[in-house]
């Protein structure tokens, strides 16, 4: 019973470099999300995923690109890394029909620590 | 836009006490739904509890219970018999189930006092 899988667990980039936080689920959610947690603060929404080949800016969209080819993976890609990155990553799922009833909350990785130095 | 707002940054209780987390946000919607998560130093973020802003009923879930209140816009998190385990940070969140995006507030960091 895996839930969200999210590799790797650290990371140090250097500026400029490139990177993609791998996530997969196994639960056949339809919805996927990734999360950034800063220093003392709470989680804020990058990017999500309604199902596969659909995905959508959240709050903190710029520097970041997503794909959904397929219900288990979302990976977040970094094209070009800048300290402002540095962030604790989240990735998430849940499933939803969109009745109001229908939602459970979300099921989260266990993080990726990136660095940018 | 939707805020959520824990103006308590720190709290401690003593081993077998209860304490309340505070927790308000603020939205022009009439469904929404409300969460706990938890967050220990392991970092996974753990879902404790969920509330439907259409049901009156506080949702409880053994040793945790909420008091919603809708017009207040107010949502505490009341946690009985604490234990050491239960040292962590505490979010709460809001969604807006036609946005799928969750809320987080800022946190509360609480800490359980053998």
């Known amino acids: 019973n895996a839930g969200v899988t999210q590799t790797p667990k650290f990371r140090i980039l250097k500026i400029g470099q490139s990177m993609t936080l791998q996530c997969a689920q196994d639960?056949?959610?339809?919805?996927m999300y990734w999360y950034r947690q800063d220093p003392g603060m709470g989680l804020k929404l990058i990017y999500y995923?309604?199902?596969?080949?659909?995905?959508d800016k959240g709050e903190v969209p710029n520097g970041y690109n997503v794909s959904r080819s397929t219900t288990e993976d979302f990976p977040l890609r970094l094209e070009l890394a800048a300290p402002s990155q540095t962030s604790v990553y989240f990735c998430?799922?849940?499933?939803?029909?969109?009745?109001?009833?229908?939602?459970?909350?979300?099921?989260f990785g266990s993080g990726t620590r990136l660095t940018v130095v | 836009a939707q805020t959520v707002t824990q103006s308590q940054p720190e709290m401690s209780v003593q081993e077998a006490e209860t304490v309340t987390l505070s927790c308000t946000y603020d939205?022009?919607?009439?469904?929404?739904?409300l969460f706990w998560y938890k967050q220990p130093p392991s970092r996974q973020m753990i879902l404790v509890i969920r509330?439907?802003?259409?049901?009156?009923q506080n949702a409880t879930e053994n040793r945790f219970s909420v008091n919603f209140q809708k017009a207040a816009k107010s949502f505490s998190l009341k946690i009985s018999d604490s234990q050491l385990g239960d040292t962590a940070m505490y979010f709460c969140?809001?969604?807006?189930?036609?946005?799928?995006?969750?809320?987080f507030g800022t946190g509360t960091r609480l800490t359980v006092i053998p």
């Open positions: 998430a799922s849940s499933y939803s029909t969109g009745d109001i009833t229908s939602n459970y909350g979300y099921t």
């Open positions: 639960m056949n959610h339809n919805y």
């Open positions: 995923s309604v199902g596969a080949g659909i995905t």
């Open positions: 939205t022009s919607e009439s469904n929404y739904y």
């Open positions: 509330q439907e802003a259409y049901k009156q």
């Open positions: 969140a809001f969604m807006n189930p036609g946005a799928n995006n969750l809320f």
